[in-house]
């Protein structure tokens, strides 16, 4: 089985700063890693994600993700936040050929503030 | 392209009452899945599905029911609401492997039991 620590609950910024939202998994075999965004009141959106090929992941608002396989970790980056990206933000990950069912984080509140 | 839809996406209820909540997706991504949000404990599994007629129980299963006698309907039915049934539930489909397990969302339904 996989697992999913998400290491910060809580994130403030300043608006234009840069930002990271870390993300560690936990799975004995090659594993597919998501980052999904959550606005208020609405549904969870895909950032990102990586599959395969090059660890350095682009997605979607600015965002990046690397991937890192010695350290189990996918933590997520911008370099400069707007107050629109205020958001609930969850890691994923899904085994290789395992279970289709991905497990998520607990989730990282990202507060921007002006 | 429509993706998933849930509806009502807003409800209140009493409880002991029957509530459904409609999941159609127009991608058709054989695996769907229910999950609730509640503050503090993330997303759970409640019920997923690998096709039309396969369902199985996920993480907190106890007073829900589904059936998906087509592919692009996962109906949620709650037998006799409780107040604890309080929460926003999330419908997700995914094509499976090929994409990595990749979910998507729907905008979610929040229900109110009172």
């Known amino acids: 089985a996989q697992s999913v620590t998400q290491l910060d609950s809580q994130v403030p910024v300043f608006e234009e700063a840069p930002v990271e939202l870390r993300c560690n998994y936990s799975?004995?075999?090659?594993?597919?890693l998501f980052w999904y965004v959550q606005y208020p009141n609405q549904g969870l959106q895909l950032l990102l994600k990586?599959?395969?090929?090059?660890?350095l992941v682009k997605g979607i608002n600015g965002f990046e993700a690397e991937f890192n396989k010695s350290q189990t970790s996918f933590h997520l980056r911008k370099p400069s936040v707007h107050i629109s990206d205020t958001a609930e933000y969850f890691c994923?990950?899904?085994?290789?050929?395992?279970?289709?069912?991905?497990?998520f984080g607990r989730g990282t509140s990202l507060i921007v503030h002006p | 392209d429509a993706g998933i839809t849930q509806s009502p996406r807003y409800k209140i209820t009493e409880t002991g009452r029957q509530v459904t909540l409609m999941c159609h997706q127009t991608?058709?991504?054989?695996?769907m899945f229910w999950y609730r949000q509640d503050l503090g404990h993330g997303l759970r599994l409640i019920y997923y599905?690998?096709?039309?007629?396969?369902?199985d129980k996920g993480e907190v299963p106890d007073g829900y029911v589904v059936s998906r006698s087509k592919t692009e309907n996962f109906p949620l039915t709650l037998e006799s609401a409780t107040r604890s049934q309080t929460s926003v539930y999330f419908c997700?489909?995914?094509?499976?492997?090929?994409?990595?397990?990749?979910?998507?969302f729907g905008e979610g339904s929040w229900l109110t039991v009172v």
């Open positions: 997700a489909s995914s094509p499976g492997r090929n994409s990595g397990n990749t979910i998507y």
């Open positions: 799975s004995s075999v090659s594993v597919y």
């Open positions: 990586y599959l395969s090929g090059s660890t």
């Open positions: 994923a990950v899904s085994r290789e050929g395992g279970s289709y069912i991905p497990t």
């Open positions: 991608w058709s991504h054989s695996y």
């Open positions: 599905s690998a096709a039309a007629d396969i369902t």
